[in-house]
């Protein structure tokens, strides 16, 4: 059974918009990630957020923690179209892996 | 060089087949892992393994077996494929002591 569950499952924005998508998950966790698969390829390492931070940054991307709620929110902050892409959130079964992966949010920005 | 390789790409057989799918890394990472998606259930873990005598059945490991004969390298069988093993498979690798996981480029594996 899967963790987290990602939120839209579909997002369209144009370019420059910011684009927000949400994780929830059931169990207590030590750390949440985040991931990008681009179109039948290989998930990349976006972000990670510990459980004991609220809110972490890179580049354009912030990515909040919300343990009492069990959610986490990504806002990619003036989408470009490279941005298309699905958007993953994931947590480790126990400890620190393996990880279990949400559904995924899949991104589309249009130019 | 891609620090993760998987091979083949695409694999197209038939049921009742024996296929074997590979991943190498040149990461030097403990762990690695074998996983499986389908259009719209996300990525599901298949095994895993945190060193080269420990093996771990993952969410979905039925129909599936896998060997880690060196660090580097990490595969899986099916040792019976049949048409609803058909998906794209994902090797990664992480660190001990480190969260993040790297993937390979993916397996697309169809069975007719």
């Known amino acids: 059974s899967q963790q987290g569950e990602e939120d839209p499952q579909a997002l369209s924005i144009q370019e420059g918009e910011n684009a927000t998508m949400n994780c929830s998950y059931k169990?207590?966790?030590?750390?949440l990630q985040w991931y990008r698969q681009n179109s039948g390829r290989g998930l990349v390492h976006l972000i990670l957020i510990r459980s004991n931070e609220r809110e972490k940054h890179s580049g354009r991307l912030r990515v909040t923690l919300d343990t009492s709620k069990k959610s986490s929110s990504l806002l990619i902050t003036a989408s470009r179209a490279a941005d298309t892409a699905s958007y993953f959130c994931?947590?480790?079964?126990?400890?620190?892996?393996?990880?279990?992966f949400g559904k995924g949010t899949r991104l589309s920005v249009i130019a | 060089d891609a620090d993760v390789t998987q091979t083949p790409r695409n694999r197209i057989t038939k049921t009742g087949k024996r296929i074997m799918l590979e991943c190498s890394q040149t990461k030097g990472h403990d762990r690695m892992y074998w996983y499986r998606q389908d259009p719209g259930l996300g990525l599901r873990l298949i095994y895993y393994?945190?060193?080269?005598?420990?093996?771990n059945k993952g969410e979905i490991s039925d129909g599936y077996s896998v060997s880690r004969q060196a660090q580097a390298k990490f595969s899986l069988s099916l040792e019976s494929a049949i048409p609803n093993q058909t998906a794209l498979y994902f090797c990664?690798?992480?660190?001990?002591?480190?969260?993040?996981?790297?993937f390979g480029p993916g397996t697309r594996l169809t069975v007719t």
């Open positions: 994931a947590q480790p079964i126990s400890g620190n892996t393996p990880l279990v």
């Open positions: 393994s945190f060193d080269v005598k420990d093996i």
């Open positions: 169990t207590s966790i030590n750390n």
């Open positions: 990664a690798t992480s660190d001990r002591g480190q969260v993040e996981q790297y």
